[in-house]
C-alpha cells in the first residue's frame, strides 16, 4: 500500500524527534547489517549435501565502476572561445 502526500504528512507530524530518530536508526542498522552480510558472504560459493540431494548457491556481486578513465570533451564555443573557423590565420 502506498502513501499518499497526506497520509504520509499525517504520519509524520504525529511523530516526535525521538521516534523519528529511533526509526532512522533502526534503518541505518539494517543497512550496515545488510552490507555486512554481503560483505561476508561475496565471492563464495555455498554447497549442502542434504538427504542424499545436492544444491549449489553461489553469490558474486562486482563493482560497476568503469575501470577506465572517462574521456571528457569540451565544446569551446560553450565557454565563450572563438570558434576554429573564426580565428586569423598564423603565420610564421
Do not use: W
Request: glycine residues 8%.
Amino acid at each position: 500500500m502506498l502513501l499518499d502526500g497526506r497520509r504520509f504528512n499525517r504520519i509524520l507530524s504525529s511523530m516526535d524527534s525521538a521516534t523519528l530518530g529511533q526509526y532512522s536508526g533502526y534503518i541505518a542498522l539494517l543497512i550496515s547489517m545488510g552490507a555486512m552480510i554481503i560483505g561476508v558472504v561475496n565471492h563464495r560459493r555455498i554447497r549442502s549435501n542434504c538427504c542424499g540431494r545436492q544444491g549449489s548457491l553461489s553469490l558474486d556481486i562486482e563493482a560497476t565502476t568503469p575501470e577506465t578513465k572517462p574521456i571528457i570533451r569540451v565544446d569551446a564555443e560553450s565557454l565563450g572561445a572563438t570558434p576554429p573557423s573564426e580565428r586569423p590565420a598564423v603565420q610564421n
